[in-house]
């Protein structure tokens, strides 16, 4: 999968406005541990909430990028205050369908 589209960040949003947040980062930022705990979440989910303390010594731009880049196939789909929504399909049987991209 390459960008997602705007419908289809909007979808995930949506489905992850009921999620509490999984994954802390705390004040050493985005360490092979946090990238650990975030490889850990997606072999049982699809959409998590990462949250940033107030100790992290990154934007939350900044980390969401770190992450997504770390990681394959994980897309940012928004950040909000010191928290950040990250998507990753299943590989293999994904559950969450996506409205399709237009064209």
Do not use: C, W
Not at 27 to 41: D, I
Not at 49 to 73: F, H, I, M
Not at 81 to 103: F, K, N, Q, S, W
């Amino acid at each position: 999968m390459t960008n997602l589209t705007s419908k289809q960040r909007a979808h995930l949003r949506k489905l992850a406005h009921r999620l509490k947040p999984l994954v802390l980062v705390g004040g050493e930022g985005v360490t092979p541990a946090v990238l650990s705990s975030v490889r850990e979440a997606f072999n049982t989910r699809e959409l998590l909430k990462v949250k940033l303390q107030e100790s992290a010594p990154l934007d939350v731009r900044d980390a969401a990028k770190a992450v997504a880049d770390a990681l394959d196939d994980v897309h940012p789909v928004q950040t909000i205050g010191r928290t950040i929504v990250l998507y990753r399909p299943h590989p293999d049987d994904p559950e969450i369908v996506l409205p399709r991209p237009a064209g």
